[in-house]
């Protein structure tokens, strides 16, 4: 089994669709406020993208820019969030170190220490079958929160896009 296939939260992408959500006016122009005390999240993003929540094995929420005929998400986050995944409380690396094999070492992985939502975050850029791409993970006391971000074009502006927009996350208690 890789390593991405045993650290990595499962990112199962033909779950029940719920629906899509209702929001609120962000203070950016243009720009919306999705917030869900379940998965305790707030986070603003651009107008022309779609959000989802996803109901099932695995309960998630996507935010997707389609392309111009709305065939194809070309930037996708997905946010999950895994409840008593770490019920001792570790802070963010030291539950990811506890989740990896013996052989592996964490510095052998491209991990960076970053701050999401004013908490201590672990960003994990790795390539699978359908090209590169950026996890995050949070620790929530004894849940973990992960954020996948795929850009499909490889563009450097929805990079850039999509720093802006995790940079407005706020988890909620």
């Known amino acids: ?34 917030e869900d005390k379940e998965f305790r999240l707030r986070i603003q993003y651009p107008g022309n993208f779609q959000i ?11 935010l997707d820019l389609w392309d111009d005929r709305g065939e194809k998400s070309i930037l996708g986050i997905q946010y999950v969030i895994q409840p008593g995944i770490n019920p001792d409380g570790l802070n963010i690396r030291e539950w ?20 999401l939502g004013g908490r201590g975050a672990l960003r994990w850029d790795h390539e699978d079958a359908f ?15 992960s954020i996948n971000v795929r850009n499909r074009q490889r563009s450097p502006a929805l990079d850039a896009l999509a720093t802006e927009i995790l940079s407005t996350i706020e988890f909620l208690e």
């Open 52 to 62: 989802r929540r996803w109901e099932g094995e695995l309960q998630s929420v996507t």
């Open 96 to 115: 990811f170190r506890s989740k990896l094999p013996g052989s592996i070492e964490m510095s052998s992985l491209q991990l960076t220490d970053i701050q």
């Open 131 to 145: 090209g590169p791409y950026s996890k995050y993970f949070v620790a929530l006391g004894a849940d973990v929160a």
């Open 1 to 34: 089994m890789r390593i991405w296939q045993r650290v990595s939260l499962l990112v199962i992408f033909f779950t029940p669709f719920l629906g899509i959500a209702k929001d609120g006016e962000s203070t950016k122009e243009n720009w919306k406020i999705y």
